[in-house]
T-cell receptor, first 118, second 113 residues
Framework: GAVVSQHPSRVICKSGTSVKIECRSL??????MFWYRQFPKQSLMLMAT?????????EQGVEKDKFLINHASLTLSTLTVTSAHPEDSSFYIC??????????????FGPGTRLLVL | AQSVSQHNHHVILSEAASLELGCNYS??????LFWYVQYPGQHLQLLLK??????LVKGIKGFEAEFIKSKFSFNLRKPSVQWSDTAEYFC???????????FGTGTKLQVIP
């Protein structure tokens, strides 16, 4: 099956610094990737849809200048949390659509990245 | 707006007990429905999905779900749970109108040996 990886799995940073999270599709080319955020005891909230070669589409209420998304290749999307603050601490999960097996409804998830901002 | 609700936040069962997790969605049009499972320390995996056809869907590991359109529900069931079923379960819905998957808040299942 399709495999999606994320790096790092866990990161701790100081307030004001920027953090980059990578999402890779390992055995398929993903023209579309999705970034989610999960707060404790809450659901996954879609932050943005990342399309290879074009600008990401952000959900309402998500600051595009705060959460920079780059999808420079068919196997890699990056999420950069700029000038991170403690309220950005969360679990960030990416997913990718495998165009071989379905549309936007079929997504394969990465293992997530736990971000803690001190 | 599209939304998905899961009524049980935390369920504790003994092994061999039957399981039913509730899921309701709000959208009047055509909807694709999913159940995902997240085992401790692992990533989300697809358990089963409903697109069309037979409303009773069978998934992996003995799980099944029934789509009841009139109730806007897609409950997950398993006749006899095992300790290895301990995980968090997420219901999700996709509609072409919104072009995105919406997740429920999840249900943590703890199975006691």
């Amino acid at each position: 099956g399709a495999v999606v990886s994320q790096h790092p799995s866990r990161v701790i940073c100081k307030s004001g610094t920027s953090v980059k999270i990578e999402c890779r599709s390992l055995d398929f080319q993903a023209t579309t990737m999705f970034w989610y955020r999960q707060f404790p005891k809450q659901s996954l909230m879609l932050m943005a849809t990342s399309n290879e070669g074009s600008k990401a589409t952000y959900e309402q209420g998500v600051e595009k200048d705060k959460f920079l998304i780059n999808h420079a290749s068919l196997t890699l999307s990056t999420l950069t949390v700029t000038s991170a603050h403690p309220e950005d601490s969360s679990f960030y999960i990416c997913s990718a659509r495998d165009p071989r097996t379905g549309g936007a409804e079929t997504q394969y998830f990465g293992p997530g990245t736990r971000l803690l901002v001190l | 707006a599209q939304s998905v609700s899961q009524h049980n936040h935390h369920v504790i069962l003994s092994e061999a007990a039957s399981l039913e997790l509730g899921c309701n969605y709000s959208y009047g049009g055509t909807v694709n429905l999913f159940w995902y499972v997240q085992y401790p320390g692992q990533h989300l995996q697809l358990l089963l999905k409903y697109f069309s056809g037979d409303p009773l869907v069978k998934g992996i590991k003995g799980f099944e779900a029934e789509f009841i359109k009139s109730k806007f529900s897609f409950n997950l069931r398993k006749p006899s749970v095992q300790w290895s079923d301990t995980a968090e379960y997420f219901c999700a819905a996709y509609t072409g109108g919104y072009q995105k998957v919406t997740f429920g808040t999840g249900t943590k299942l703890q199975v006691i040996p």
